[in-house]
């Protein structure tokens, strides 16, 4: 069966802050999809949802059909679903590879795990140069590798990049972003990525939502999002 993640008519928050209002969305195999916005619109909250981290209060969230809303995190992780946090995340006192080890964290995956491990470092070269160094000590760029390589640990089928652009310089964003694409095009992966930089995320993306207010104001292929002018001055900053 092929992959494919369906939200429909998702409500959450926090407490009795309600951060998503009725989103619906969907992305198909090998796509990828951008989750476009500024902070404090739902963005992170909706990638939580899809990773049991944050409950629904209303709606529902499949991944090739099976139910998503009722299982842990761990179940949804062994489903092939993996998540490159907001932040990175890191153990900052543990080493490079330390840190991608513990991204094994699915079954399959720790019966793999050497081959993952040659995985990640033939994606990211660097990380194997630097494996015995502590993660705190690396730059943002090579720590937001670090947190892509090790949600690759898992061997995902489903990876959600979170606001991967946070803290890193412009040079380092473009970086970021063209390897996510890389990984992509290379392994077969689908992606989900929640980003504010309109401009970077359409780089890569085949289609993209717009939240605003923690709801989908507006959606389409790379080509409609750059032609609307409303999108891009009013929801974007842009």
Same mark, same amino acid.
């Given at each position: ?20 209002? #009725? ?43 099976? $139910? ?22 890191? @153990? ?12 094994? @964290? ?11 491990? $040659?995985?990640?470092?033939?994606? @990211? ?14 730059? #943002? #760029? ?19 990049? $979170? ?34 930089? @309109?401009?970077?995320?359409?780089? *890569?993306? $085949? ?8 709801? *989908? ?22």
């Amino acid at each position: 069966m092929a992959l494919e993640l369906k939200i429909e008519g998702i409500d959450a928050g926090y407490g009795a802050v309600r951060a998503l209002h #009725g989103i619906s969305l969907s992305i198909n195999e090998k796509e990828t999809v951008a989750l476009l916005g500024t902070n404090g619109n739902g963005k992170s909250t909706l990638m939580k949802c899809v990773m049991g981290m944050v409950r629904p209060t209303q709606g529902s969230i499949t991944l090739s059909g099976v $139910d998503l809303t009722k299982l842990s995190t761990e179940e949804i992780v062994n489903l092939g679903v993996a998540m490159v946090p907001e932040g990175r995340r890191l @153990f900052p006192k543990l080493t490079v590879e330390e840190n991608l080890l513990l991204g094994a @964290f699915r079954p399959l995956a720790r019966k793999e795990i050497k081959s993952n491990l $040659d995985f990640s470092y033939e994606a @990211f070269p660097v990380l194997k140069e630097r494996r015995r160094q502590l993660a705190g000590s690396m730059s #943002g #760029g090579q720590q937001q590798m670090l947190a892509i390589a090790r949600a690759l640990m898992s061997a995902p089928k489903l990876l959600l990049v $979170d606001e991967p652009s946070v803290g890193l310089a412009p040079i380092l964003v473009s970086h970021t972003i063209t390897k996510i694409k890389e990984l992509k095009e290379k392994y077969g992966l689908t992606v989900l990525m929640a980003e504010q930089n @309109f401009h970077q995320a359409i780089r *890569i993306a $085949d289609r993209g939502y717009i939240i605003v207010h923690g709801e *989908i104001r507006f959606q389409g292929d790379v080509k409609a999002l750059e032609q609307n002018e409303l999108v891009k001055s009013y929801y974007l900053g842009t």
